[in-house]
């Protein structure tokens, strides 16, 4: 839902991230950031939209979100694994996820399929990079299912 108090920008922007300076690297551990489009740009109902990039080797830190807030990541570069809940499932350019806003992330929780810590996993000798956005907390969140059952092994 769109906040009340909302303005809507004059112009269209159109930014080249490549040209975006670096925000910061330490984000859940070894986040390297960069803005594409925050709400002093006039988003209206989301957080940021940001490109995340992973060196090799690294891990950023799992987590999970409480209603108000939910995460989308989708693979722009390399092939990384998503640790999502209880699974870790290989990523490639074009493939996402939505990390839902269920419950407190707690061995309970987690247990029952109601919180979803999630992350991703950077194992191979490049670096990868997503195209990241995240709903303002407090401004939506959604229901949800759980994550469906990774295919079988063949």
Do not use: C
Not at 76 to 94: C, E, H, V
Not at 109 to 121: D, E, Q, R
């Amino acid at each position: 839902m769109v906040p009340a108090e909302f303005k809507p920008g004059t112009k269209v922007l159109v930014r080249d991230v490549n040209l975006q300076p670096i925000r910061g690297t330490t984000g859940h551990w070894v986040h390297i950031v960069k803005n594409i489009f925050t709400p002093a740009d006039g988003l209206a109902t989301l957080r940021q939209t940001i490109t995340v990039a992973l060196d090799p080797m690294t891990v950023g830190e799992p987590h999970a979100h409480t209603a108000g807030s939910e995460e989308v990541w989708i693979q722009i570069k390399g092939k990384s694994l998503a640790f999502i809940g209880t699974q870790l499932r290989w990523q490639t350019p074009g493939m996402g996820y939505l990390a839902p806003p269920f419950a407190e992330q707690t061995k309970e929780n987690v247990t029952a399929g109601l919180s979803f810590p999630h992350s991703n996993i950077n194992p191979g000798t490049e670096q990868v990079k997503f195209l990241y956005f995240q709903t303002s907390g407090g401004r939506g969140g959604r229901g949800g299912t759980a994550v469906p059952p990774a295919p079988p092994a063949r």
